[in-house]
């Protein structure tokens, strides 16, 4: 909260040098009813505008800003319909002392779970009907054509032998995270992928997939062995722990990277729908606020898949890289920069 | 307005929620069991029957190609080895043929020679025995000329002139 009060009034600040010609000239017609302006953006990012029109009436524009930001991008109870109202999710007792009630993110998890569920029943059906002399198409064709990817491209290029059977969770993965991408671009949904728990969760099955390919691929011996790297006993003491921090730093920065690029994109678009908010001028959304947030649009739509592809890349290369032979982490460092 | 800043306050961008990881791993593993079942198994099956398909189509094509450029090698050869065959048999034809010419004419002038040989030994045979019959009449004429002479002159040194003249006159003759 305070960090960000700190970092907010320096963003503008750069954003007012910018944008002091346009202040001058712009003074009169800043007057006119403000109240109307939601709409402009509205065109755009219709959620985030709505929400917005909800919260900027109020006299401190400059914090509310940042709240409404914040409050589209966290995790909460409510799941908002502004302006039609909104739905209070239900509570859940703790279990086990862990809080499981339903939130947001929940929420649109299961309905990206149910739109896998339909897409993928009729096309699976249709699969199940389908010769070997007929080619596929429509819908099909389209999931055909990813599916041949994640198999070909991700999972055979980087985990080589046996490749099928970590094939159910690389397409999954990709599909789950794709379409939980996708849903935050839509008006009124919001990106599971954008918390960190969520794609934390995710990388805790890549790591124990990893982990168990690595047992079933060389053996407890050969997984204790692989932890010293091949050096000599004496430096174990170093080897060991960098080793087991590694096996943990992958997932983690599997988790951090969607994470990160998810609710980046989300900031970047809420920031400048708020410029022409907190600048209050007409000419500054129409000539900065709709055109960038528009091109960020854009841009988070490539996002969404490229961190996909990734996030399943990734995991196909360190499945890969624990059930090799020989090879070690160099090649993983360099692909995990992305 | 009060409710956002409350959960401005609650959350936090990088605070655990341990229910929400819960929910995410339940639907995930759910979501994941669902789709292996109505979704991977058939796409991946049929895409690699599909792949084998293609395979065994491309495999068939050139084995096609193959067993067709054996079976035109395997003609031509046979193609050739009839030429040969032809070639020969037409060689062997006229060899023969010759040989055959040359036998028959060698043959038939053997024949001719055998022919004319004894043609000529019966002409030979011919002519003893003509001169046999002509020694025979002559010395019968003579025989009777010289009754005749006998008969009709009985003078000493006539008779001995006459029988002179007529034994010159036989071996001019004869000769």
Redesign the interface.
Known sequence: MKRLNVLHPKALLKVMAILVPLLVSVGGVSGLSYAQSPSVSAEVVSATAAESGHAVPAAHEEEKAGDVIMHHIFDSNIFAFHPFGEIELPKIAPVAGIDISITKHVVMMWLVSAILLIIFSVVGGKYKKMTNRQAPKGLTNAVEALVEFIRLDVAKSNIGHGYEKHLPYLLTVFFFILLCNLLGLVPYGATATGNINVTLALAIFTFFITQIAALKAHGLKGFLAHLTAGTHWSLWIIMIPIEVIGLFTKPFALAIRLFANMTAGHIVILSLIFISFILKSYIVAVAVSVPFSIFIYLLELFVAFLQAFIFTMLSALFIGLATAHDGHDEHAAEVAHH | ?L???V???Q????S??????????V??V???L???K??????????E??E??IQSSIDRAHQAKDESEAILRKNNELLSKADAEADKIIREGKEYAEKLRADITGKAQEESKKMIAAALSSIEQEKHRALDVLRNEVADLAVMGAEKIIKTVLDADMQKKIVNSMIQDLSTKRN
């Not at chain 2, 959350?11 to 990088?14: G, K, Q, R, S, Y």
């Open positions: 307005m409710t956002s800043g959960i401005l306050l959350a936090n961008l990088l655990p929620n341990p229910g929400l990881i819960f929910w995410t791993a639907t995930f759910i979501v994941l669902i789709l292996k109505i979704a991977w198994g058939p796409i991946i099956t049929a895409l029957e599909r084998k398909g």
